[in-house]
C-alpha cells in the first residue's frame, strides 16, 4: 500500500478530468472514495490512482473498474485488520 497520499487536485491532474467528473465517477463507483487526512482535509492513496488509470488505459469496461474499485476499498479494511497495522499501532509514541 502506497504511503503518498494526493489532494484533490493532484488527483485531477493525474486524471486529466473536472471536479465535477471526478465526484460523479466517485458516485457512480467508478473511483474510490477520499479517505479523510484531518478535520477538514481528504485525500486518495496514489496507488489508488494509478491503479484506476491503469485499468482505463488498459481498456477495462465500467463494470470492470466498479469491481477494481470495490477491491481497493477493502484493501483499505484488510490492510487495517493487518499485522503490519496492529504491529504499529501498539508501539510506543515516542515524544
Known amino acids: 500500500m502506497s504511503s503518498n497520499i494526493l489532494r484533490l487536485h493532484q ?5 486529466g478530468s473536472s ?8 458516485q457512480q463507483g467508478l473511483f474510490t472514495k477520499p479517505v479523510s487526512i484531518g478535520r477538514r482535509a481528504v485525500g ?5 490512482v ?3 488509470n491503469a485499468a482505463r488505459i488498459a481498456g477495462l469496461c465500467e463494470d470492470e473498474i466498479r469491481v477494481l474499485v470495490k477491491s481497493l ?3 483499505r479494511k ?3 485488520q ?8 501498539q508501539q510506543p509514541i515516542s515524544e
Open 44 to 48: 486518495w492513496p496514489e496507488n489508488e
Open 78 to 80: 484488510d490492510w487495517k
Open 73 to 75: 476499498e477493502l484493501g
Open 19 to 26: 471536479r465535477s467528473s471526478h465526484y460523479l465517477d466517485i
Open 50 to 52: 494509478d491503479t484506476i
Open 11 to 15: 488527483v485531477l491532474n493525474k486524471r
Open 82 to 89: 493487518s499485522s503490519s497495522f496492529k504491529t504499529l499501532v
